[in-house]
T-cell receptor, first 114, second 109 residues
Framework: NAGVTQTPKFRVLKTGQSMTLLCAQD?????MYWYRQDPGMGLRLIHY???????AKGEVPDGYNVSRLKKQNFLLGLESAAPSQTSVYFC?????????????FGEGSRLTVL | GQNIDQPTEMTATEGAIVQINCTYQ??????LFWYQQHAGEAPTFLSY??LDGLEEKGRFSSFLSRSKGYSYLLLKELQMKDSASYLC??????????WGAGTKLIIKP
């Protein structure tokens, strides 16, 4: 099984450019998440989805948009990239909350904004 | 505010035992997770505790005290492949995960 797949793995952008990160999961999970990971900080939740067609803001949503048109896909968009968005982005999925809240992560997407 | 504290870095010797502590202050509690993350890779699930006590899983054990807001991850018979960051995360009353910054564990031969 592929699990959670993220594309692209690496990307370099100039300030002001836009891009979309794609996350796909083949485990039929209801919940999907986008996190960013920066040195010296814990994972920070950007946006999440509790099911197809739903999205919600996390801890650091500004400058990002998301869509969950299909259950297996969760897209993260940057409309106008800024250097502060240089980070490693992880997509994750889970079956639910509590004990079933175990997250399955993608391999990460390393984004550099110049 | 919500806060998770864990040591930034620890060093241990191959074959030894190491304990990684995590203290937390959160709005409610719905469980505590430990994840392992090798450099340049994704985090992977290690353990989940929601009741007080020790959960053992092979060489790894995780302990929880809800009254003290404290957990530890115990790694026995350390191997070089255990060199990684260990992330503590608490699920709050809204079922949101609050993450610590992680503890980088360095294993020396």
């Amino acid at each position: 099984n592929a699990g959670v797949t993220q594309t692209p793995k690496f990307r370099v952008l100039k300030t002001g450019q836009s891009m979309t990160l794609l996350c796909a999961q083949d485990m039929n999970h209801e919940y999907m998440y986008w996190y960013r990971q920066d040195p010296g900080m814990g994972l920070r939740l950007i946006h999440y989805s509790v099911g197809e067609g739903t999205t919600a803001k996390g801890e650091v949503p500004d400058g990002y948009n998301v869509s969950r048109l299909k259950k297996q896909n969760f897209l993260l968009g940057l409309e106008s990239a800024a250097p502060s968005q240089t980070s490693v982005y992880f997509c994750a999925s889970s079956t639910g909350q509590g004990a079933s809240g175990e997250l399955f992560f993608g391999e990460g997407s390393r984004l550099t904004v110049l | 505010g919500q806060n998770i504290d864990q040591p930034t870095e620890m060093t241990a010797t191959e074959g030894a035992i190491v304990q990684i502590n995590c203290t937390y202050q959160t709005s409610g509690f719905n469980g505590l997770f430990w994840y392992q993350q090798h450099a340049g890779e994704a985090p992977t699930f290690l353990s989940y505790n929601v009741l007080d006590g020790l959960e053992e899983k092979g060489r790894f054990s995780s302990f929880l005290s809800r009254s003290k807001g404290y957990s530890y991850l115990l790694l026995k018979e350390l191997q070089m492949k255990d060199s990684a960051s260990y992330l503590c995360a608490v699920m709050d009353s809204n079922y949101q995960l609050i993450w610590g910054a992680g503890t980088k564990l360095i294993i020396k031969p």
